[in-house]
Structures are given as structure tokens and as C-alpha cells.
């Protein structure tokens, strides 16, 4: 069971926001969407579920375009943040409207969800706050039982507790591999610890598909204080440096090989300590000559 997009383009007012989109996504992965504001996030979005119409390119679900297949639509759930109806409705009204689209759309745990999140569910959605409509859309998302969840901006100016809350149910959702979610932000802190991989959106292209295992089994952090003040060789030619405090060097090498290591040990650095790699430290080490990263957040 797979999600394929194949060469999706997309232009408004004959601007091209998206251009030959590529990528598959399976049930089980969590995968990030990145990219600065106004790049074209939501309008890939927008585009696969077919709220506007594609100049070129298909969406392909377990072998069937949706273009041609409608009913596979079932299998792909996205909120309009921007455009929706569900303002004026109070929330125990939304799942008859959900049930029309969403066959296995769950009534009861939907009930459940927002009871356990102590949301009065006569609130009419627009007078909710932001963080209660972020946790309504995904408790809608999840309930609807859509194979494929589309999650645009759902972190953007929550507080801590929403933020950990919406992170939480995802990771939970994806343990029976059952569900698969592509979640998009303009800032990696964000997606850290939640995404398996990340796409790289720029200039209307995906410029990078990142698997973050793969890319951490092959990295280090490395916070260093060296003997001597010139900037020795090894350092210059494989790292990445990310910031300097008096002596205290924090550096990421994104090829960390065992003669990296011989060539750092040689050196016999006064301090020499691994630590964590974030998703930041990884697009800084990664990307920061060919993407314009540092004007993303």
C-alpha cells in the first residue's frame, strides 16, 4: 500500500508554485514538509487532494489515480486551514458531515477524544482557540480512519502542552502502521524527534528527500576544545560548524568515518564530547550550501 505523487505541478496567476513534485509515501512513516512561508507547502496540499486543479502530474493510491478513481479520495485526509466550513458548526455536528465522505468515520472515539480533552463540544469551531481547532482538526484527521493524513502548519503558534499533545496522538496513530502522516512547517525544531523522513521544498521543487536514520547513523555532534587556535584540516574539509564560544568549538560532521575519528583523536583535543544531533544541526550540516536554509525560520 502506497501513496505516489508523480510530476505534480501547480501554477496560480500564471506563477508556478509547484513544480514536478515527486515522491511515495507508505502507511507507518511520518514525514516532514519543509520549507520557508509562502513556498508552496500548502499549495502541494491542496493540489494532491485536488482542491485545485493539477497543470500536470497524477496521485496515485494502491495503483489508482485519484483523478480517475474518485473513491480513493476516502484514503487522504486534509483541513483547509485557510478555507473550510466548519466555522459556524458546533462540534458534535461535525461528524454527519465527515460520515458522508469518510465511510469508517468513528463517531464514538471522536465523542471520546474530545471529552478527554475537556472540549466542550457545543463550542462553535470558529470561537475556538487556535490550539483547540489544531487539536479538533486532528482528532477529526484521526477518526476519520483516512489511511493518508495531511497536516498543514498544525504546531504554528501553539503553546508547549498543545504542541506536545498533537505530537503525542500522532506517534501513538502510526504504531499498527495502519496510518501514515505528511506534516508540513517552516521550522525544523518542530518536526525534531517526530519525522522519519523530511522533504526539502524550494524555489516550487522538492529539492531533498532525507531519510533522518539513515542520515544520523552516518553523523556526530561534536563539541571540541582544541590545543592550538588555527582551525586544523580534518575540521575544515568534513565539518560543518555550528558555534563557537571562546575556544569551544560545536561542529557537525555528516560523514563521520573511522579515519575522521583517527584524525580528530591525533589531534589529543584538550575537551572532546559527542552530543545530540538535532534536525536543525543536520539541515545546517547538510544543506546550508545549496538551500537557502539559513532564511527558512
Known amino acids: 500500500m502506497t501513496l505516489q505523487v508523480t510530476g505534480l505541478s501547480k501554477e496560480i496567476d500564471g506563477r508556478q508554485i509547484i513544480q514536478d513534485i515527486n515522491f511515495e509515501w507508505a502507511p507507518g512513516e511520518i514525514i516532514g514538509l519543509v520549507g520557508r512561508n509562502g513556498v508552496g507547502k500548502t499549495t502541494l496540499f491542496r493540489t494532491m487532494m485536488n ?6 502530474g497524477h496521485v496515485v493510491v494502491d495503483g489508482d489515480d485519484l483523478q480517475q ?10 483541513i483547509d486551514t485557510q478555507y473550510n466550513f466548519l466555522g459556524t458548526y458546533r462540534l458534535w455536528e461535525l461528524p454527519r458531515f465527515f460520515s458522508a465522505v469518510y465511510p469508517q468515520f468513528d463517531e464514538q472515539r471522536f465523542t471520546a477524544l474530545i471529552n478527554q480533552f475537556k472540549i466542550n463540544a457545543n ?3 470558529r470561537r475556538l482557540s487556535k490550539g483547540m481547532r489544531a487539536l479538533v482538526n486532528l482528532i477529526l484527521a484521526l477518526t476519520s480512519n483516512a489511511t493518508y493524513i495531511l497536516l498543514d502548519e498544525p504546531f504554528d503558534g501553539l503553546d508547549v502542552i498543545v504542541r506536545e499533545n498533537i505530537a503525542t496522538m500522532v506517534i501513538d ?4 502502521q495502519q496510518k501514515g502522516f505528511l506534516i508540513s512547517s517552516h521550522d525544523l525544531n518542530e518536526l525534531d524527534g517526530l519525522s522519519d523522513r523530511v522533504l526539502l ?3 516550487s521543487q522538492l529539492v531533498h528527500d532525507y531519510n533522518l536514520e539513515e542520515i544520523r547513523a552516518r553523523a556526530k555532534k561534536i563539541q571540541l576544545v582544541l590545543r592550538d ?3 586544523p584540516a580534518v575540521l575544515k574539509q568534513n565539518s560543518q560548524l555550528i558555534r563557537v564560544s571562546g575556544r569551544v568549538l560545536v561542529v557537525v560532521i555528516p560523514q563521520y568515518t573511522p579515519e575522521v575519528d583517527q584524525e580528530l583523536k591525533a589531534l589529543k583535543p584538550v575537551l572532546f564530547e559527542e552530543l545530540p544531533l538535532t534536525l536543525e544541526d543536520l539541515f545546517r550540516a547538510n544543506l546550508a550550501h545549496d538551500t537557502g536554509y539559513q532564511m527558512m525560520k
Do not use: G, T
Open 173 to 176: 496513530e502510526i504504531a499498527d
Open 51 to 56: 482542491h485545485y486543479v493539477a497543470e500536470a
Open 123 to 125: 463550542s462553535q469551531y
Open 229 to 231: 587556535k588555527e582551525i
Open 201 to 203: 521544498l524550494k524555489d
Open 69 to 78: 478513481v474518485p473513491l480513493r479520495q476516502q484514503q487522504l485526509f486534509f
